[in-house]
């Protein structure tokens, strides 16, 4: 117990097999409610072994456990007046809105006060990627477009995030002419990292849904927001720097072409769960989510071999959807096993490994600020060691290729015709495609990077 304390949200030791059915029933309450986490039920062997009377548990009782749902009306009320005198609002959305389930609601707030909208990793989705104001995700691999929303605006209405170096890049540089509205169900989150001038404590779904009245009242009372001269910038910034990528020059498959094929041909109704790294960043940039829920990943937990048992889990619970595991070669190899799993059990997922033969995130890295030196990142792809092709048929499963930028969209269709096997798809990558947009450890988000020696001009947007 004592070594995983830091790492979960509570522990229970059981000794009494007279205890097991009301502490699993209390664990999966405080799992499951406030702010979400882990709980661990240590249970001791004789205890397990024992036989004794079942009693189906009785509602826990926990009187030292009351996480706060209801935000106080005077700091919502305080939050609409603040968002209808700005002149430059951004909603900063976190996983929090997909975890209380406010999609809806945050998009009737969007509407309501005609501000931008920016999404976290953790919250593609909770906003339609095609809505006319969702900037898209800001961060360290953001688009120009929301990282500068944030550096630009004079408020920041934030909802269930948490102000994480990936999305601020150096602190003291982020917003910097911001005042911060911070509603979190998580106390501990609040003022953290950055100041919050009106500071909400609540369920995301409770706090949109009062803001909305707040913000209501105001227009009532004849006091709107206007933000034309903001969205002309936006705009700007928008529509000169999108999300793109170039071909390689020497003919060999572009990674976010694979990528962003998958997402237009399975479409906006499948699920997508990425690992960690190159791949988990280009499948947040170039699939288009449009609903809560639909982009899995391991956020700031950096849980390479992420993808392929939540893909089988996405599977199991939504067996007539298609389910995408979006992986690299490094993160596939170290849970590649659940192959076995997929096959026995009749599993139907679908991976793609974006092989392009290293830790891709990494030689990104040794390329822009070791001056190449790469140590420990090849994995010996040229030589197909692991063969994907074969390995995924030794278990089981079917397994299919594709090397040339013309082959994509056929094997794509081939996986797809096939839903009474699980199907892993090689895809071979050029080696050194990079994740673009990119702000650099250390610095701040002014100092985002178009490509590797173009940065955009923030005050013309172009």
Not at 38 to 64: H, M, N, R, S, Y
Not at 192 to 218: F, M, S, T
Not at 235 to 242: E, K, N
């Amino acid at each position: 117990m004592g070594i995983t304390m830091p790492i979960t949200k509570h522990n229970f030791l059981v000794t009494d097999p007279r205890d097991i059915g009301r502490t699993i029933a209390e664990a999966f309450h405080i799992a499951g409610t406030g702010r979400p986490g882990p709980v661990l039920v240590d249970i001791a062997k004789d205890a397990l072994t024992a036989t004794v009377g079942f009693e189906w548990p009785v509602a826990p009782q926990l009187p030292g456990y009351r996480p706060v749902t209801r935000p106080h009306s005077k700091q919502v009320r305080e939050a609409a007046r603040l968002i209808v005198e700005s002149k430059r609002p951004v909603l900063y959305v976190g996983g929090g809105v997909l975890k209380a389930g406010a999609s809806a609601e945050l998009k009737v707030l969007a509407e309501l006060t005609g501000a931008p909208v920016v999404t976290t990793l953790m919250a593609k989705g909770a906003l339609p990627d095609s809505h006319p104001q969702h900037m898209g995700m800001p961060g360290m691999h953001g688009s120009v477009g929301a990282v500068g929303a944030l550096q630009r605006a004079d408020l920041l209405v934030t909802l269930g995030a948490r102000f994480d170096d990936r999305v601020t890049g150096k602190l003291d540089g982020f917003a910097p002419g911001a005042k911060v509205v911070h509603a979190d169900i998580d106390p501990a989150e609040i003022s953290k990292n950055r100041h919050a001038d009106v500071p909400i404590v609540g369920d995301a779904r409770e706090v949109i849904a009062d803001l909305i009245v707040a913000v209501q009242n105001e227009h009532a009372a004849g006091n709107t927001g206007d933000y034309a001269d903001w969205w002309r910038q936006l705009d700007a910034w928008r529509d000169t720097y999108p999300l793109g990528y170039d071909a390689p020059a020497d003919g060999s498959l572009s990674p976010q072409q694979v990528i962003e094929r998958i997402g237009q041909l399975a479409g906006p109704d499948a699920y997508y769960v990425a690992g960690v790294g190159q791949h988990q960043m280009w499948a947040a940039q170039f699939i288009k989510y449009e609903r809560p829920g639909a982009f899995l990943n391991s956020g700031g937990a950096g849980t390479m071999g992420y993808a392929v048992p939540a893909a089988m889990g996405a599977k199991v619970g939504a067996p007539d959807t298609q389910v995408w595991a979006i992986d690299g070669d490094g993160c596939f190899q170290m849970t590649n096993q659940e192959l076995a799993t997929c096959a026995i059990e009749g599993i139907p997922v679908k991976i793609a490994v974006i092989n392009n033969g290293n830790l891709g995130m990494v030689r990104q890295w040794q390329t822009l600020f070791y001056n190449e030196r790469y140590s420990n990142t090849n994995l010996h792809a040229a030589k197909r060691i692991p063969d994907f092709v074969k390995l995924a048929e030794a278990y089981g499963c079917v397994g299919l290729r594709c090397d040339r930028a013309e082959d994509v969209d056929a094997v794509i269709a081939k996986a797809m015709e096939i839903n009474d096997a699980p199907v892993v798809i090689d895809f071979v990558v050029h080696e050194d495609a990079m994740v673009w947009p990119m702000v650099a450890a250390g610095t701040t988000n002014d100092d985002i990077k178009i490509a590797r020696d173009m940065a955009p001009d923030w005050e013309n947007g172009d």
